[in-house]
């Protein structure tokens, strides 16, 4: 009962972002854990109650003592010289309470004190109650959740046939998260140099120079550009926090049926976020084990924390992005008899700012996929720490997406159609919950570069925006006629995604 309450209490707090459905591994997960709590205890202490009593707090540790100590000690203790390198210290330190419930559950199990049958029933009650309580609590909520409407028209049918299958190109789409553009990257962060689409360009990329953001939140603006259009909001979102209509939108994307109604394989990278990690792929490149509520309570807990040796969520982010990096050009090269749509988002050089120009960062760094406000204070330090922080990790990515797509055309088994994208710019002005106080543009400010097979850009307007970008491509190369969609930019707040407030073009 204890790691279950557990898991409701953490599913409470990002109810918001994730469907009933993600429970169910956290759960699994919570009650495997419990049960070989129980049975290690069982066996030292050869007495049930013993067992039940100890494991109740074994359990507390693992799942909440734990992640707060473990954190202390390995990003708040500025460790000495000889030891700051030693990446197990702080593994080992925070397991000191674990252990030593493990040894006092030994010596207990050999008194057998009366006291622990006398507790162990008006705990399980207490328990009980307390489980009780957090799924009425969430049955609740679920009753409050608004539903999933539609918030996007249906696509018209093409209106000429589809090419035929071994004609149509192989399409690469790679969404940097929070890649700003040129310009922003100029006037905020002091760059002289261009240090993607520099690269791009010598590679016969072209770059949209003004191209712009049409939302300011990640699962607003893919929702867009998946479902070729903007949504239409019903009044009764207005005023929520929920995301997951639009979660559900990009997990069953109007681009993604239609791609592969047209013929196309999916493929998709898991990205580590619930959103983006299932598109409806036909191929899954690395696939996570667990989804992200369960993910963030196994890497966090103590048992989680000996198992990965203290390398944490954050490894796992890493590892996450180089796979896209290593894996992208041997997936192109693989003749197929289908087309592919490719499909990965980079969360990066979007915060947590796990790597400098030259790759991860040797020292601990806390993950927190968190920005702007959340992030970065209003004073001047705050930002100009972020902003180094910031572009350090976008020269890493910068790099390593140029020196992937330079191996792109000459390993593609078919036409090649390359589109990189941000989905939104970085966030060192940004104040969630005030337009007025945000640095707008900052956040609005996006790198948009296109590769296509025949190098033919005349068509591809200078201000093209993410809502367009499939629209364009599919007018193109299959079929469709799509009319260009005006280009429009909302503001919205943390707490009110769906109260879109119009920006005007800059002047």
């Given at each position: 009962m204890t790691?279950?309450l557990?898991?409701?209490m953490a ?5 918001h ?5 993600a429970?169910w591994q956290?759960l ?5 854990v419990?049960?070989g709590f ?13 067992a ?8 507390l540790?693992?799942?909440a ?8 000690l390995?990003?708040?203790v500025?460790?000495p010289?000889p ?8 593994v080992?330190?925070?397991?000191l309470?674990?252990?030593?419930l493990l040894?006092?559950?030994f010596?207990?199990?050999?008194r057998?004190p009366?006291w622990c049958?006398a ?10 109650a307390?489980?009780?309580?957090a ?7 679920e ?18 046939p589809t090419p035929?299958s ?16 040129d310009?922003?990257?100029a ?6 140099t261009?240090?993607l689409?520099?690269p791009l360009?010598e ?11 049409n939302y300011?939140q990640t699962?607003?603006?893919l ?10 909001i ?5 005023d929520?926090?929920d995301?997951?209509p639009?979660l559900?939108h990009?997990?069953s ?8 109604a047209a013929?196309?394989e ?12 299932k598109i ?6 690395a696939?996570?084990?667990f ?5 963030n309570?196994?890497?966090?807990s103590?048992i ?5 040796g203290g390398?944490g969520e954050g490894a796992n982010?890493?590892?996450r ?5 290593r ?9 197929t ?5 490719i ?5 990066a050089?979007?915060?947590p700012?796990l790597?400098d120009?030259h790759g ?10 968190m ?5 970065v204070?209003?004073d001047?330090?705050?930002?100009a720490?972020y ?5 350090a990790q976008l020269?890493?990515?910068a790099s ?17 159609v ?6 939104h ?5 940004l104040r969630?919950?005030s337009r007025e106080a ?5 956040r609005l400010g996006?790198l948009?570069a296109?590769?296509?097979?025949d ?6 307007p200078d201000?093209l925006?993410p ?7 599919f007018n193109?190369y299959l ?8 280009n ?6 943390w707490r009110?995604p769906?109260?879109l407030e119009?920006?005007p073009?800059p002047?």
């Amino acid at each position: 009962m204890t790691g279950a309450l557990l898991v409701l209490m953490a599913y409470t707090q990002s109810f918001h972002f994730m469907p009933p459905s993600a429970l169910w591994q956290p759960l699994g997960l919570a009650l495997a854990v419990a049960l070989g709590f129980w049975c290690l205890l069982v066996a030292l202490t050869r007495s049930p109650a013993v067992a039940g009593v100890l494991s109740v707090l074994l359990l507390l540790f693992n799942h909440a003592l734990h992640p707060l100590l473990f954190g202390w000690l390995q990003y708040g203790v500025h460790w000495p010289a000889p030891l700051n390198d030693c990446r197990l210290l702080p593994v080992l330190l925070a397991s000191l309470p674990g252990v030593a419930l493990l040894v006092w559950s030994f010596r207990l199990g050999r008194r057998r004190p009366v006291w622990c049958n006398a507790l162990l029933r008006p705990l399980c009650l207490f328990l009980a109650a307390n489980l009780l309580f957090a799924a009425a609590r969430l049955a609740v909520l679920e009753w409050q959740r608004p539903r999933a409407d539609t918030l996007f028209a249906p696509l018209a049918a093409p209106s000429s046939p589809t090419p035929p299958s071994s004609s149509l190109p192989t399409i690469v789409h790679l969404v940097l998260d929070g890649f700003a553009s040129d310009e922003i990257l100029a006037t905020r962060y002091g760059t002289d140099t261009a240090p993607l689409s520099g690269p791009l360009k010598e590679l016969g990329f072209h770059i949209v120079p003004k191209a712009r953001s049409n939302y300011m939140q990640t699962a607003l603006s893919l929702s867009s550009t998946l479902n070729l259009d903007y949504a239409t909001i019903p009044p009764h979102l207005l005023d929520t926090y929920d995301r997951t209509p639009l979660l559900k939108h990009i997990q069953s994307s109007r681009a993604v049926e239609w791609l592969r109604a047209a013929g196309y394989e999916i493929v998709n990278f898991p990205s580590g976020y619930d959103f983006t990690d299932k598109i409806g792929a036909d191929i899954c490149i690395a696939p996570r084990i667990f989804n992200e509520l369960a993910a963030n309570q196994w890497e966090r807990s103590w048992i989680g924390t000996l198992a990965g040796g203290g390398r944490g969520e954050g490894a796992n982010h890493v590892r996450r992005i180089m796979t896209v990096f290593r894996e992208l050009p041997g997936l192109c090269a693989r003749p197929t008899a289908r087309p592919r749509y490719i499909f990965a988002h980079v969360v990066a050089p979007h915060p947590p700012f796990l790597f400098d120009e030259h790759g991860p960062r040797r020292e601990p760094v806390a993950f927190d996929l968190m920005d702007g406000s959340h992030r970065v204070g209003p004073d001047v330090a705050d930002q100009a720490a972020y902003r180094a922080a910031y572009l350090a990790q976008l020269r890493y990515i910068a790099s390593s997406t140029a020196t992937t797509v330079r191996q792109l055309p000459a390993t593609s088994s078919r036409p090649l159609v390359i589109l990189l994208q941000g989905d939104h710019g970085p966030g060192s002005g940004l104040r969630w919950e005030s337009r007025e106080a945000s640095d707008v543009e900052e956040r609005l400010g996006i790198l948009c570069a296109l590769r296509f097979p025949d190098g033919d850009y005349a068509a591809v307007p200078d201000d093209l925006s993410p809502v367009n970008l499939l629209r364009l491509v599919f007018n193109r190369y299959l079929g469709t006629s799509y009319p260009m969609l005006p280009n429009h930019s909302f503001f919205t707040r943390w707490r009110a995604p769906y109260r879109l407030e119009p920006i005007p073009p800059p002047r």
